[in-house]
């Protein structure tokens, strides 16, 4: 694809040479001859001076200097590089499609309703009265328990679970592993110290255009429902609990952990192995650092670091206080001398 093409698919400024052949995209240190690469952070604008790709997807007012004998790097200016580059790799590469078909070790009950144009692959199991939506993908070793509900244009990676009664939107993605509608911890305590197990009687619903990575489980409710918002998307190894709600477009990073009935806004972001107590509230538009455990509720629109979670801007002040806990306690230790001194 000529250069000048790419720039007219994707919106961009183009500054370079239009008749660059360009064959594939790469990252800013990988990339090669006649590939693009982006840069989203300005921290690692000095690779732009060494790398070997032809052009780069880059915000206005980015210089491209390069270093002496290399070739013109040729500029794809945009407002949004990362989005650009991500665009650009759909234009690349084309993922495997999966024609029509039920595979002859697939087991479908009689009542199941499949949508048309449905891949039904090896060794997938689709229990009585599920319902699956147009042009949906089961890809193989997938499991749906009786009376799932599914919309159209879903994509189910192999050893992905749907359990009973759960409720899916359209173009929802589940990679491997996933399980949507496992049991949530719910146990009462009986008096002789034993657990009662609890039915988990609520459904897991995920709206429309919901991704959940690899290994991760939303798990059903006591009562109600587990909701999780359209367009949110859910990382490898995270744990929504039961009865908890996740808003519109929300991210949960890696490792992240919801204890049961939390409440999560629309347009959150909650960076990698944060945790949370139950029955919290975290306001719409919420960042919270990773590694951050979340006890109480947290305002709209914040951003919240450490544990206990408070204010960005107060736990920075507190870790700077923290690191010259050392030298504090030295000055301490040279004052109660000095002291003693004077009082004999």
């Known amino acids: 694809m000529k250069l000048q093409e790419l720039a007219q698919k994707l919106g961009c400024q183009l500054e370079g040479d239009p008749s660059i052949e360009i064959i594939g995209v790469a990252g800013i240190d990988h990339a090669r001859s006649g590939e693009a690469t982006f ?4 921290r690692y604008s000095p690779q732009l001076k060494t790398t070997q790709a032809s052009a780069v997807f880059v915000e206005d007012g980015v210089a491209l200097e390069r270093a002496p004998g290399l070739a013109p790097l040729a500029a794809l200016r945009t407002g949004n590089p990362y989005l650009a ?13 999966y024609p029509p078909g039920v595979h002859s070790t697939a087991v479908i009950a009689a009542s199941a309703r499949i949508g048309a144009g449905a891949h039904i692959g090896p060794y997938c199991f689709v229990d009585e009265d599920v319902e699956i939506g147009a042009n949906a993908v089961l890809h193989s070793f997938v499991t749906l328990y009786r009376g799932a509900k599914i919309g159209a244009h879903f994509f189910a990676h192999a050893h992905a679970v749907v359990r009973e009664h759960c409720r899916i939107g359209d173009r929802v993605i589940l990679q491997n592993g996933v399980i949507i509608g496992g049991d949530g911890l719910g146990f009462a305590k009986r008096a002789d110290g034993t657990w009662h197990k609890m039915a988990q009687s609520g459904p897991a619903v995920l709206e429309d255009d919901v991704e959940v990575q690899a290994n991760a489980c939303i798990d059903r409710a006591t009562v109600g429902e587990t909701r999780i918002g359209r367009g949110t998307k859910i990382d490898d190894l995270v744990l929504v609990g039961h009865a908890s709600q996740v808003g519109v477009n ?23 192995q944060v945790g949370t107590a139950g029955h919290l509230t975290v306001g719409d538009g919420a960042v919270i650092t990773a590694q951050s455990g ?3 509720d947290v305002p709209p629109r914040s951003l919240y670091s450490g544990y206990p979670a408070v204010e960005n801007r107060q736990w920075l002040k507190m870790m700077a ?11 301490v230790q040279q004052l109660e001398v000095e002291l003693e001194s004077r009082e004999k």
């Open 85 to 97: 580059f991500a665009q650009a790799i759909e234009l690349f590469y084309q993922p495997p499609a």
């Open 39 to 42: 840069l989203a952070n300005r």
């Open 321 to 331: 206080a923290l690191n010259r806990l050392p030298e504090l306690q030295r000055r």
């Open 250 to 272: 929300t991210m949960l990073c890696g490792q992240v952990g919801l204890a049961g009935s939390t409440h999560i806004g629309d347009n959150c972001v909650l960076a990698g």
């Open 294 to 296: 979340v006890p109480n």
